[in-house]
């Protein structure tokens, strides 16, 4: 969230805005802290990496990681997932004390999951989708050998399958809010800064009136990958917002460069406020219901505006326009090229797919359906636990537009699963799956790539 009062230097109207804004994982080794380039420490702060994090990480890579198996490091435009196999492989390696394979963990290095298949007659269901072999890069995530983006985690579908079996139609949310009392603290201390003070010293007073934002997680467990995964994206998100860090791709201003640029007053109390969510179209369907298709870039940035009073507490929410607007739809705009240079974005997506095809697989009955037991998946793996993020610092930025200086200072995600299969598309057919039955039917293996 951000909120913008105003604070008078002598001459010039300063305009405060206070913004409140995955781990790689696999069967041999886990990071606590980096997550989709956020650290999460022992406490809950996020933040950013440390400066000696990515040397640390270069060491781990080198030894975490099995050595990728060559057959499944081609790159394939469609690879298919058997998850009665994978639940086969997780009960043989559990019940025998071994740990699941990476290749396994890692869904065998898909990046996206396009497609779910129910096969009756094989009591199966398949996931599908464009994967290739996997690296770690310099900031200690799971990506694609040649794309660079993330790998889609089993752990990941895991969560989603629970929430969407325990929860269903409740979705899962991340939010990074500043406290009542902390808004109210602000607007105290602004009409006790001296005049003369510098927009430097201002933002530092007000950083430190701010105090601690907190952060909440509905829907996953706090310390889960999943829920990391949602806080990364937020905080990176925001971070983008209000140019704490230069956009990694071109024509994307922060939304202080928008907003120095304008020509407008900016209400005293306002809280422009920007989540992610779903952005997908109707997902498509073959007649008879065993071959789906999730369509769809999978993210986009909504904005609104909240109005608080001198307590520190919401008073009204409406529409957002102006510089928020189009700072949103800038990054909606621009979210594939986003999700390519940033890979907490990217993990964000295939967290928000695997949701999409929980949700899709509890729903229509997929394994009651074929006879699919999924014990493991569903409930007895023990998940990889993580820091919980519970809090972030505010931290200052400011700009000078004109005779204003404008100061900000920084510390959601929202995923319904429902709402996005709430309308379908019926289609005779889904070619790019079509005849894959017999693949299934002779395959031994719990993964194989279209022929």
């Avoid at 030894?63 to 298919?80: C, H, K, M, N, Y």
């Avoid at 139609?169 to 109210?184: N, R, V």
Wanted: proline letters at 6%; a negative charge.
């Amino acid at each position: 969230m951000s909120l913008v009062l105003r604070i008078s230097f002598a001459s010039t109207l300063a305009s405060l805005l206070l913004l409140t804004c995955q781990p790689a994982f696999a069967g041999g080794f886990v990071r606590q802290n980096a997550v989709g380039g956020v650290s999460i420490d022992a406490e809950g702060v996020v933040s950013n990496p440390t400066v000696g994090d990515p040397e640390r990480l270069a060491a781990v890579r080198e030894t975490g990681l099995d050595q990728v198996p060559t057959d499944i490091a081609e790159a394939s435009p469609l690879r298919f997932i058997s998850l009665r196999q994978v639940e086969a492989i997780i009960a043989e390696k559990k019940e025998a004390g071994l740990p699941v394979p990476d290749e396994v963990m890692l869904l065998g290095g898909l990046q996206r999951v396009q497609y779910v298949l129910v096969y009756p007659e094989l009591k199966d269901v398949v996931l599908a989708g464009p994967a290739e072999g996997w690296r770690i890069d310099e900031l200690g995530n799971v990506v694609g050998q040649n794309s660079g983006r993330p790998v889609v985690a089993l752990d990941d579908f895991m969560v989603a399958m629970r929430s969407a079996l325990a929860n269903p139609g409740q979705g899962m949310s991340c939010s990074i809010d500043p406290t009542p009392e902390g808004l109210a603290n602000v607007q105290k201390m602004v009409g006790s800064l001296n005049a003369n003070a510098g927009p430097e010293r201002a933002a530092n007073a007000i950083a430190e009136a701010m105090g601690y934002q907190t952060i909440s997680v509905t829907g996953v467990p706090q310390t889960s990958h999943f829920a990391r995964t949602m806080v990364a994206a937020d905080f990176r998100m925001k971070r983008l917002a209000m140019g704490f860090e230069p956009s990694p791709v071109n024509n994307m201003p922060s939304y202080l460069q928008l907003l120095g640029k304008g020509r407008g007053r900016v209400s005293q109390n306002m809280l422009p406020r920007w989540w992610l969510a779903p952005n997908y179209q109707p997902v498509l369907r073959d007649e008879a219901g065993l071959a789906w298709e999730i369509r769809g870039q999978g993210i986009k940035c909504l904005t609104e505006q909240d109005y608080v009073n001198a307590q520190g507490e919401k008073t009204q929410t409406v529409a957002a326009g102006g510089p928020a607007k189009k700072w949103a739809d800038t990054f909606t705009d621009k979210f594939e090229i986003l999700a390519d240079q940033d890979s907490s974005f990217g993990h964000l997506r295939n967290a928000m797919d695997l949701a999409v095809v929980a949700t899709l697989i509890v729903r229509e009955g997929m394994a009651e359906q074929v006879g699919l037991d999924m014990p493991w998946i569903n409930e007895k793996y023990e998940l990889a636990e993580f820091n919980a993020p519970k809090r972030v610092a505010t931290q200052t930025s400011f700009i000078k537009a004109g005779r204003q200086w404008i100061i900000s200072a920084s510390g959601g995600v929202q995923i319904i699963p429902a709402e996005i299969l709430a309308e379908d598309e019926t289609v005779a057919t889904i070619d790019e799956v079509a005849g894959q039955q017999d693949r299934v039917a002779n395959s031994n293996t719990w993964w194989w790539d279209a022929k």
